[in-house]
């Protein structure tokens, strides 16, 4: 099995091509990874909507299967949909609290459903305009936004450590014992001096962890088989969906959450895999995302969006063909036709994802405190948009129930670290570095710096001969290199993307017009 991959010049790192062995094996892990998360939407749902052990397996087959469409959409993409990057899609968790609440309202499932196409579709046509907001995402954001993700999902690791939510062996010694021991073989393979084992790391630990788990009797595997030998999908097998207004509102706050997340996520991977993220890359992910969500109700599933857990997935492998994830995709359409598959991965005991997770989602918060790392905290305000954000994206995954005396849609909002985090982030942002009325030059004691640093992008735009001369910096052959606002370098980089760019005095041209008040 090849894991290393020499790219051709000028090829992105997600698109390489490991082999059919390989894309089987690591997209098989991405799947045990997201597993526990893609299941327990339709549980929640299919729970507090009345349904019987059928209605919720019908639920189960129908999110794995839709999840697997949208993920080899959002991977190979097609034009103007899917970002083409190692990103999974599953069932949003942003849809619990809002389903739950149109439910207690008297609705049934067939009105979340019709909520789900509407606005989902509408969320296909905000998709390009909420991607402009990619220029609001300096590194002081996206490390914030990172590390949240990463943090946010430690307590999901915990509770599956547990035993999982409603467990009657909650917190028992025997399972913080098996996740303990699922953490440290991960460690120890990730140890190993053989590339191929060592990222399998996940993949191998969860296995040998399922078989412990089998032989100490703490799962068992009698239910494989329950489920039917083959199950197609069929449409809107709970009725026809119904529409009302306010519940297409609530379902509206949803999508504008899942567009934070996936957001999120994507620029996440562009630092982890190394690749360009632009606005329009974004905007094709985000309407994957909408397309996906809403043809999922046809086949009895819910808003899809991106899976923060493997985006660490993704980091602590190294792994970053986007056609590993695609083939993950393939295998959850397959789990989706075939239950007698999603009933084997049903039996793996959480308390050996939840080990496994730890490694996982910290990986993410790492990744996170890595940009976090080449941020300026001299002379602005930076320290405090972090802390405050961060702070705004823990506290609702450690406080339970911090926002249930507010309306639905503030919980949806802010019940999310990881959207609260970002809305933070991004806000405060726009007020101490965009809006500079009223900031004095040293704004708080919480601006000292913690030193001088240079970023690794802009330490590999320097070329062999580059040098400071009387404050400057200049190229070898003595001509000067341009020092430009964050305004005029986008303007620089817009222009080079349309083609107006062909040589040094182009550039000079386009920074000067943009110094001119009149542009």
């Known amino acids: 099995m090849t894991t290393a991959v020499e790219l051709p010049k000028g090829k992105r790192p997600e698109d390489a091509r490991l082999g059919i062995g390989a894309n089987l094996a690591y997209g098989m892990q991405h799947v045990l990874t997201m597993y526990g998360g893609i299941i327990a939407v339709p549980l929640i749902v299919g729970n507090a909507a009345g349904l019987d052990s059928a209605g919720i397996s019908l639920l189960i087959a129908s999110c794995l299967f839709m999840s697997g469409l949208a993920t080899v959409l959002q991977t190979l993409g097609i034009p103007f949909f899917g970002s083409q990057l190692p990103l999974v899609q599953g069932v949003s968790f942003a849809n619990v609290a809002t389903v739950l609440a149109i439910l ?145 509102i609530s379902m509206l706050i949803v999508v504008i959450v899942t ?46 969006s991106a899976f923060a857990q493997n985006v660490g997935l993704v980091a602590i492998t190294g792994i970053k063909s986007r056609f590993v994830v695609a083939t993950g995709g393939g295998i959850l359409v397959v789990m989706g036709l075939l239950p007698v598959i999603g009933d084997v991965v049903a039996a793996v005991p959480l308390p050996v994802l939840g080990g496994a997770g730890v490694v996982l989602f910290g990986s993410v918060a790492a990744a996170g405190i890595r940009t976090l790392a080449a941020v300026k905290y001299e002379g602005n305000m930076n320290l405090i948009i972090v802390a405050v954000a961060i702070s705004f994206g823990v506290l609702p995954e450690v406080v339970e129930g911090l926002y249930d005396q507010f309306p639905s849609w503030v919980q949806v909002i802010l019940g999310s670290g990881i959207s609260a985090a970002t809305l933070m982030a991004v806000t405060l942002n726009l007020l101490f570095n965009h809006l500079r009325a009223g900031t004095p030059d040293q704004p708080s004691v919480f601006a000292a710096g913690t030193g001088r640093v240079i970023t690794k992008k802009q330490f590999q735009r320097l070329a062999e001969g580059d040098h400071v001369e009387d404050g400057k910096l200049v190229r070898a052959d003595g001509a000067p290199v341009p020092i430009v606002t964050k305004e005029q370098a986008i303007a620089v980089t817009e222009a080079v993307e349309s083609g107006e760019i062909a040589s040094d005095d182009d550039v000079q041209r386009v920074i000067e017009r943009t110094e001119d008040p009149k542009h």
Do not use: C, H, Y
């Open 104 to 248: 207690s309202g008297g609705s049934d499932i067939t009105t979340i459903f019709g909520s789900v196409i509407v606005a989902a579709a509408i969320g296909v046509l905000l998709a390009p305009f909420f991607a402009k907001i990619i220029r609001f995402f300096p590194p002081v954001v996206t490390g914030t936004v990172i590390a949240t993700i990463g943090l946010s999902l430690l307590p999901v690791a915990g509770g599956w450590a547990m035993g999982g939510e409603g467990s009657e062996r909650w917190g028992d010694p025997s399972n913080l014992a098996l996740a303990a021991g699922t953490l440290v073989l991960v460690l120890l393979l990730s140890k190993v001096g053989i590339a191929t084992i060592s990222r399998l790391s996940i993949l191998i630990a969860i296995v040998v962890g399922t078989v412990v788990a089998a032989l100490l009797g703490l799962t068992d595997f009698s239910d494989v088989g329950q489920s039917g030998a083959v199950a197609i999908p069929t449409p809107f097998a709970f009725g026809a969906p119904s529409f009302e207004l306010a519940a297409i």
């Open 259 to 304: 567009f934070t997340e996936s957001t999120a996520d994507m620029i996440a991977l562009g630092e982890i895999v190394d690749t360009k993220v632009d606005s329009k890359r974004i905007a094709a992910g985000l309407r994957a995302d909408m397309a996906a969500s809403a043809v999922s109700p046809v086949f009895n599933s819910f808003t899809q």
